[in-house]
Structures are given as structure tokens and as C-alpha cells.
């Protein structure tokens, strides 16, 4: 398991922004794909961002694309999510997750439910 901190949450305006942070305590961070995810009050978690531990291919969810980008610096093992032109409908708890990449493909890198390691989730609020 990887302990993973998360950070920058808080209270924006709509068309702010935003940058989370999470800091992972695992050495071998470099190793790990990293994602985001958010869940709204009575809403299932969802995915919104990833980036592959090998050649650093990200992914993202269509409601986000062109407005948020995920970015990992493995030297101080660090996962970010920059949010730009935010939305009330980005309100949410973002939390960010880990997984041993060369575990898994592709093609799961979109889903909670193949990440083992979770942080405790950052409020991200926008008023309109």
C-alpha cells in the first residue's frame, strides 16, 4: 500500500483554478500509475484524470478535457492536477489513487475499482 497525501482544494469562483497536489510515500513512485478521481454528494467516484507510470501517457474524462491537466514530477513524488475554467458541476471531493503500473494494462486506467492505494480526498468547490 502507498500512502498518498493530497492538497490544494478550497473554494473557487466559476472560470477560477485550481492545482491539487499528492504526495506519494512510496520510493519506487515511479513505478506507480497515478489518477485522480472525484465524487459528488450522492454521486458514485468517477474518474478524472490518469497518467501511466511508463512513458507518461495520460488519460482524462470527456467532461474535463482541455480544461484539466494531470502531471507527475517522480523526483519529488508528486502527482498534480491542474484545474482551469472550473465549473459548479467540478464540486466535488477529488482523491487521488495509486496502482503498481506494469500490473496492469491500459486499458483499466480509467477505473477506481483497479487502484489499490487511496488519499483521504481534498474539497474542490465552485460557486457560480
Known amino acids: 500500500q502507498v500512502q498518498l497525501v493530497e492538497s490544494g482544494g478550497g473554494s473557487v469562483q466559476a472560470g477560477g483554478s485550481l492545482r491539487l497536489s499528492c504526495v506519494a510515500s512510496q520510493r519506487t513512485f515511479s513505478t506507480y500509475d497515478m489518477g485522480w478521481f472525484r465524487q459528488a454528494p450522492g454521486e458514485e467516484r468517477e474518474f478524472v484524470a490518469s497518467i501511466r507510470w511508463s512513458g507518461g501517457s495520460t488519460y482524462y474524462a470527456d467532461s474535463v478535457k482541455g480544461r484539466f491537466t494531470i502531471s507527475r514530477d517522480n523526483a519529488k513524488n508528486t502527482v498534480y492536477l491542474q484545474m482551469n475554467s472550473l465549473k459548479p458541476e467540478d464540486t466535488a471531493v477529488y482523491y487521488c489513487?495509486?496502482?503498481?503500473?506494469?500490473?496492469?494494462?491500459?486499458?483499466?486506467?480509467?477505473?477506481?475499482?483497479?487502484?489499490?492505494?487511496w488519499g483521504q480526498g481534498t474539497q474542490v468547490t465552485v460557486s457560480s
Open positions: 489513487a495509486a496502482r503498481p503500473g506494469s500490473a496492469y494494462g491500459i486499458a483499466t486506467m480509467t477505473q477506481p475499482s483497479h487502484f489499490g492505494s
